[in-house]
């Protein structure tokens, strides 16, 4: 299977387009310099990247917030579990 690549200017996807952009040479389809291509496909890497560092940074503080509220419940059955050692046993049956 022969490697291709998209030119980000026509979204042509063959190998054509992959070659002439690695002879340095312009999109068959449409003209587009490699430089451009380049520069264009760069650039769009760069935006996918920091996208997914910005969805990164909210999973992370979402994680945090379900660690934190996790601890919270964890300390809140301690609460119960400690109120209801303290009572009475008989207490308990007539309610």
């Known amino acids: 299977m022969a490697s291709k690549m998209t030119c980000p200017a026509c979204n042509a996807h063959t190998s054509s387009?992959?070659?002439k952009f690695d002879e340095g040479e312009p999109c068959?389809?449409?003209?587009?310099?490699?430089?451009?291509a380049?520069?264009?496909?760069?650039?769009?890497?760069?935006?996918?990247?920091?996208a997914l560092k910005d969805?990164?940074?909210?999973?992370?503080k979402?994680?945090?917030a379900a660690i934190q509220e996790a601890r919270l419940?964890?300390?809140?059955l301690r609460q119960?579990?400690?109120a209801m050692e303290a009572e009475p046993?008989?207490?308990w049956e007539g309610e």
Do not use: F, W
């Open 17 to 19: 387009v992959l070659d």
């Open 28 to 36: 068959p389809h449409c003209g587009l310099s490699a430089d451009a």
């Open 38 to 50: 380049r520069e264009i496909l760069n650039i769009r890497k760069t935006q996918a990247e920091d």
């Open 55 to 60: 969805r990164m940074v909210v999973l992370v």
């Open 62 to 64: 979402e994680r945090d």
């Open 73 to 76: 419940l964890r300390y809140r």
């Open 80 to 82: 119960v579990q400690e």
């Open 89 to 91: 046993p008989d207490r």
